[in-house]
């Protein structure tokens, strides 16, 4: 892997969840519920490392754990809090990512679904954008399956 320099990117992923908006926004801000789905396949988040003070400037961290074990630690902070319509959160950069910012928005579809947009603006390289891209993907597929049960 060549050595890139990180670039300033925005980057949107947007999902329609078939679930109402306010399910979806106690997915992203309840302790209890982001643990079960949180992070790209392979990977768990215990609910022990789950820290969170949902209004603006509360404390937002987590831990990730892969299939080996190694554990990626995430602190972030709220920066936007604004129930049940706009969730967003800013991070330093750690373990070669930039640091950035993710706004979730939540749209009332009015027929019982979920429109959600992930907006990230941050500093990233081709190779991390790639792996993001599809980590938070993943994430968001698990996020499907928890709020949408059978």
Request: glycine share 10%; no cysteine; charged share 25%.
């Amino acid at each position: 892997m060549t050595d890139e320099e990180m670039t300033f990117r925005e980057l949107d992923i947007v999902r329609v969840f078939d679930a109402p908006r306010e399910l979806v926004w106690r997915a992203w801000t309840d302790p209890e519920q982001i643990w079960r789905w949180w992070g790209p396949a392979g990977m768990h988040t215990p609910r022990g490392t789950v820290e969170m003070d949902v209004r603006t400037g509360g404390v937002f961290r987590l831990t990730m754990i892969d299939a080996d074990g190694t554990e990626y630690p995430s602190d972030m902070r709220f920066t936007t809090v604004d129930e049940p319509s706009v969730l967003e959160f800013a991070w330093d950069g750690q373990r070669g990512i930039g640091g950035g910012t993710s706004t979730i928005t939540f749209k009332d579809l009015g027929d019982g679904r979920t429109e959600m947009t992930n907006h990230y603006a941050g500093y990233l390289t081709d190779a991390i954008q790639s792996y993001m891209l599809l980590g938070t993907n993943q994430q968001f597929d698990k996020l499907q399956a928890y709020v949408v049960k059978p």
